[in-house]
Nanobody, 125 residues
Framework: QVQLVESGGGLVQAGDSRRLSCAAS????????MGWFRQAPGKEREFVTA????????DYADSVKGRFTISRDNGKNTVYLQMTSLKPEDTAVYYC??????????????????WGQGTQVTVSL
């Protein structure tokens, strides 16, 4: 089964950009839909963005649309989350998730079977 490891989190200032990566083990990465979720302190985990197995279909939460971009490189077994114009409300632990691609919807956490350990992103004023 695929295992996921996120990286790229850290402390940034409002307005900065940051790229998160999620490296997957296993030979079946290209068959999975991939998603990014986040959880802020005291809040429930929420959907951020997702990409289908081939990379030609994406979905974004309204709160990040136009600022965040998801992409994947199936040759490198990696999915990326490019974050721009970061805001303090983007502060959260960001989780990468993998799910068998049945065509969506991808915004539901229940669509994903494998989760990474998370990486903290903190946005200061």
């Amino acid at each position: 089964q695929v295992q996921l490891v996120e990286s790229g989190g850290g402390l940034v200032q409002a307005g900065d950009s940051r790229r998160l990566s999620c490296a997957a083990s296993g030979r079946t990465f290209s068959t999975y839909a991939m998603g990014w979720f986040r959880q802020a302190p005291g809040k429930e985990r929420e959907f951020v963005t997702a990409i289908n197995w081939s990379g030609d279909s994406t979905d974004y939460a309204d709160s990040v649309k136009g600022r965040f971009t998801i992409s994947r490189d199936n040759g490198k077994n990696t999915v990326y989350l490019q974050m721009t114009s970061l805001k303090p409300e983007d502060t959260a632990v960001y989780y990468c998730a993998a799910g068998y691609d049945y065509g969506g919807p991808y915004y539901r956490a229940t669509a994903y079977q494998r989760w990474g350990q998370g990486t903290q992103v903190t946005v200061s004023l």
